[in-house]
């Protein structure tokens, strides 16, 4: 076993639970490990804390499969890992009225770089960093065993592959290839997913909730869905009973998507529908212009902070967007408006749509606090894992 040992007074994080240590912490390797290695990791003195996989391209230079000693990570350990995600999403399927959940959410599932969304028989899993990678094909077959799915795809294209020197991969991993075309339920609300070219791994799940608590604010009212993606929020409100729904969104697939959802669902006759392709900082502007309201307005922009450094330039778009947004919304009517950018906390977040609000000139209550949905969890040892928040307001 390889060792990896930390500098003095760099062990605390570890000791606490903590997933990640940065290569700064790392004091010295007894022999250079590969690529996804599994590490033993020491503190200075060497008492070993626990093992994690080895990342040398990456500045996050292990990520801890566990942080407890010398406990070995094998089959049975990944068995055990998997079967615990799985019980805590055992009832989730019934409760949230759904057959799409996130089976494994990464770090929070002490899996780091593991995430496994489950889209009716289908699993779509990325794998994001060295060990994810090296651990593949046992991931694969235990998860196939675990679930008894038909198939798993793969979608390990996103950004964070890079920064770990991967290359992008995609594909079939197990089992049937899986539908063109999965459709998903959400309550009454049914969507169609595509989990070879849909964003991520074809769908946002981790809205689910708020999908369905906008939508029960949704009857009788005007909605914008402004960065609708493939309906979602839009299509909710419909089903509910909203009068009028017009999605916004750049890519012209997703509006295609969005355009079969909402004919599949409930309302599809008895809501007016529009779809918009463009660009909402600049369509925002132009409804203003035309000055057009609505009593609900959702704002579900793409991460506008990919880093820390990114922050104040995000800020900006937020404010911005959130400003338009806000100019939108009728007297009485209802602001969703979300930030799935990690680097922003919730309290920063908030200072955002207070600093839109003043600009505004609008007096802003805010009646929920929202965030990622449950299947998505958080491990209370690795805050990092809250990335979506949101505020549901009231606008006067
Ligand atoms: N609310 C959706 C998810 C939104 S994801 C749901 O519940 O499923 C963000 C979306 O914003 C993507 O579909 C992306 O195509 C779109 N997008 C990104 N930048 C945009 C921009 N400047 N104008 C319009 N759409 C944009």
Redesign the pocket.
């Known amino acids: 076993m390889k060792i990896v040992r930390l500098k003095a007074k760099r062990d605390y994080p570890t000791r606490m639970g903590h997933p990640w240590i940065f290569s700064g912490a790392v004091d010295s390797v007894s022999r250079e490990p590969r690529v996804g290695e599994t590490v033993l990791v020491t503190d200075a003195a060497g008492e070993a804390l626990g093992m994690g996989a080895w990342s040398p391209a990456s500045q996050i230079r292990v990520r801890m499969w566990h942080t407890q000693g010398q406990l070995p990570v094998d089959e049975g350990f990944f068995r055990d890992r998997i079967a615990a995600a799985l019980a805590v999403r055992e009832t989730m399927g019934e409760r949230f009225a759904t057959d799409a959940l996130r089976l494994v959410n990464a770090e929070a599932d002490g899996l780091p770089g593991v995430t496994v969304d489950r889209y009716g028989e289908t699993l779509v899993g990325q794998f994001t960093t060295a060990g994810a990678e090296a651990q593949k094909p046992l991931l694969t077959r235990l998860l196939m065993e675990a679930t008894g799915a038909a198939s798993f795809y793969e979608r390990s294209d996103g950004e964070s592959r890079k920064h770990e020197g991967l290359e992008p991969a995609t594909g079939l991993l197990a089992g049937a290839e899986p539908p063109e075309r999965i459709t998903i339920h959400e309550g009454p609300v049914a969507?169609e997913v595509d989990v070879r070219s849909g964003?991520k791994t074809g769908?946002?799940l981790d809205?689910r909730e708020?999908?369905r608590l906008i939508a029960a604010y949704a009857a009788g009212r005007t909605v914008l869905?402004?960065?609708?993606?493939?309906?979602?929020?839009g299509v909710a409100a419909q089903a509910a009973g909203a009068q009028a729904v017009t999605h916004?969104?750049?890519?012209a697939p997703?509006l295609a998507q969005a355009r079969r959802n909402a004919d599949l669902n409930p309302g599809a006759d008895s809501c007016q529908v529009d779809f918009v392709q463009?660009?909402?900082?600049?369509?925002l502007r132009a409804l203003r212009d035309r000055a057009r309201s609505f009593g609900l307005v959702?704002l579900?922009?793409?991460k506008f902070a990919e880093t820390r450094s990114q922050t104040p330039k995000a800020l900006r778009g937020y404010k911005d967007i959130n400003l338009l947004g806000l100019k939108l919304v009728e007297k009485g009517g209802l602001l969703a408006t979300?930030s799935?950018s990690g680097a922003i906390d919730p309290a920063l977040f908030r200072r955002v749509v207070a600093e839109a609000a003043h600009d505004a000139g609008r007096s802003v209550r805010i009646l929920h606090e929202l965030r990622q949905a449950p299947d998505h969890v958080e491990a209370l040892t690795f805050p990092e894992g809250l990335y979506l928040k949101g505020l549901l307001c009231e606008v006067q």
């Open positions: 969507y964003h769908f946002y809205q708020n999908r869905n402004a960065f609708s993606y493939t309906g979602g929020f916004i969104d750049l890519s997703a463009g660009n909402v900082f600049q369509e959702v579900d922009p793409p979300f799935c």
